[in-house]
C-alpha cells in the first residue's frame, strides 16, 4: 500500500514563496518516482515536477527556473520549494508516486488528497 499526504498549501502575494510537503507510508511496495501535479479551476490537471531515486528531476516549462522538487528518500517525503510566484500557480496541487511490490511488475500511480495555493496579485 502507498499513502500520501500533502501540507504547505495556502494563501500567498505573488513574488512570494511556499513549500509544499508529501509524507509517504509505503508497506511492501517500493516507490521509484514522485513527483508533483496541479490543477486550477476549469482546467485539466497537469504535471509541475517529478523525481526519480536517481535524483533525476524535471520540470514544467511554466516552472522551471522558479520551483524545486527535492526527495528525501530516507524520511520518504517530498517537498516542494516555489519562488517568484504567480497567480497563475494559483490551483490545488497532488502529491504523485508510482511504485511496485517487485522489480518486475509494472509500476502503478498513487496520489495524495491535495493541497490548495492561492496567490494573489
Known amino acids: 500500500q502507498v499513502q500520501l499526504v500533502e501540507s504547505g498549501g495556502g494563501l500567498v502575494q505573488a513574488g512570494g514563496s511556499l513549500r509544499l510537503s508529501c509524507v509517504a507510508s509505503?508497506?511492501?511496495?517500493?516507490?521509484?518516482?514522485m513527483g508533483w501535479f496541479r490543477q486550477a479551476p476549469g482546467k485539466q490537471r497537469e504535471v509541475v515536477a517529478t523525481?526519480?531515486?536517481?535524483?533525476?528531476?524535471t520540470y514544467a516549462d511554466s516552472v522551471k527556473g522558479r520551483f524545486t522538487i527535492v526527495r528525501d528518500i530516507a524520511g520518504s517525503t517530498m517537498y516542494l520549494q516555489m519562488s517568484s510566484l504567480k497567480p497563475e500557480d494559483t490551483a490545488v496541487y497532488y502529491c504523485?508516486?508510482?511504485?511496485?511490490?517487485?522489480?518486475?511488475?509494472?509500476?502503478?500511480?498513487?496520489w495524495g488528497q491535495g493541497t490548495p495555493v492561492t496567490v494573489s496579485s
Open positions: 504523485n508516486a508510482e511504485a511496485r511490490e517487485r522489480a518486475w511488475f509494472p509500476l502503478r500511480e498513487y
Open positions: 509505503v508497506t511492501y511496495f517500493s516507490i521509484e518516482t
Open positions: 523525481i526519480a531515486n536517481s535524483g533525476l528531476a
